[in-house]
């Protein structure tokens, strides 16, 4: 990332750049994180020559998710997901895992908007749970 060049552009350039479904789902999605934290953290994360633009991570005390389109998804992996409860029963891959948890959209899906900012809440007061104590 060039000094010019904060999180926020590439991860609006990232959006910009993929110009279908994909584009407005990883969209709608960010504007839910934002609204469910105001004060979470948008970073870049993992680039490199074969992903320039890096993967879109929203932080608060730690990573709270990232945001990766493919080709037929746009996956929203939780950091600390096996820990967070999620009652509407959002996450449906990276189920077996003992850490992660993810949540893949596909074309057409609907976003269940107010159990989505539950869920980003939740991980959030998850990290700020765990705050390491200050000497």
Not at 8 to 30: C, H, Y
Not at 51 to 56: K, T, Y
Not at 76 to 98: E, R, W
Request: charged fraction near 35%.
């Amino acid at each position: 990332m060039s000094k010019s060049e904060t999180p926020a552009q590439l991860i609006e350039a990232r959006i910009k750049g993929l110009a279908d479904w994909r584009g407005e789902t990883l969209a709608r999605l960010r504007a839910l994180i934002r609204e469910a934290c105001p004060h979470i953290v948008e970073e870049v994360k993992w680039r490199k020559p074969t992903n320039p633009l890096g993967v879109p991570t929203w932080e608060r005390v730690g990573i709270v998710c990232t945001g990766e389109p493919y080709k037929d998804k746009v996956k929203l992996t939780f950091a600390k997901g096996a820990a967070v409860d999620d009652p509407a029963g959002l996450f449906n891959a990276s189920l077996d895992g003992n850490v992660r948890r993810a949540i893949d959209f596909f074309e057409g899906d609907k976003i269940n908007e107010r159990a989505f900012k539950a869920l980003i809440r939740a991980a959030v007061a998850l990290n700020e749970k765990k705050k390491p104590k200050r000497a």
